[in-house]
Nanobody, 124 residues
Framework: QVQLVESGGRLVQTGGSLRLSCAAS????????LAWFRQVPGKEREFVGT????????LYADSVKGRFTISRDSAKNTLYLQMNSLKPEDTAIYYC?????????????????WGQGTQVTVSS
């Protein structure tokens, strides 16, 4: 089992920056892939980005490429999402997710561990 707890979401102005954190516990994250998704009411959960825990390969959604950066701190067992140049359309609940293996995946159905989410609101 992997437990994930997100934090860092808040209200921020357009053009601002924010860093989300996802603290993981329960088992070693070696040979796991972690990801960030986001969701707004009435819409499906949307892929944001993913990273392999061991090799640090990354993949991003086109909508955030060049603005968002995923990283991880193995010593702290923590995943991060650095978000720059934020736009109102980035407003959503952001979720951290994990799956075993080393294959990057963009579909929410491929992940079996989820956090509770953290709200990010970007004001115009």
């Amino acid at each position: 089992q992997v437990q994930l707890v997100e934090s860092g979401g808040r209200l921020v102005q357009t053009g601002g920056s924010l860093r989300l954190s996802c603290a993981a516990s329960g088992r070693t994250l070696n040979n796991h892939v972690l990801a960030w998704f986001r969701q707004v009411p009435g819409k499906e959960r949307e892929f944001v980005g993913t990273i392999t825990w061991g090799g640090a390969r990354t993949l991003y959604a086109d909508s955030v490429k060049g603005r968002f950066t995923i990283s991880r701190d193995s010593a702290k067992n923590t995943l991060y999402l650095q978000m720059n140049s934020l736009k109102p359309e980035d407003t959503a609940i952001y979720y951290c997710a994990a799956r075993s293996g080393n294959i990057l995946a963009t579909s929410a159905s491929m992940y079996n561990y989820w956090g509770q989410g953290t709200q990010v609101t970007v004001s115009s």
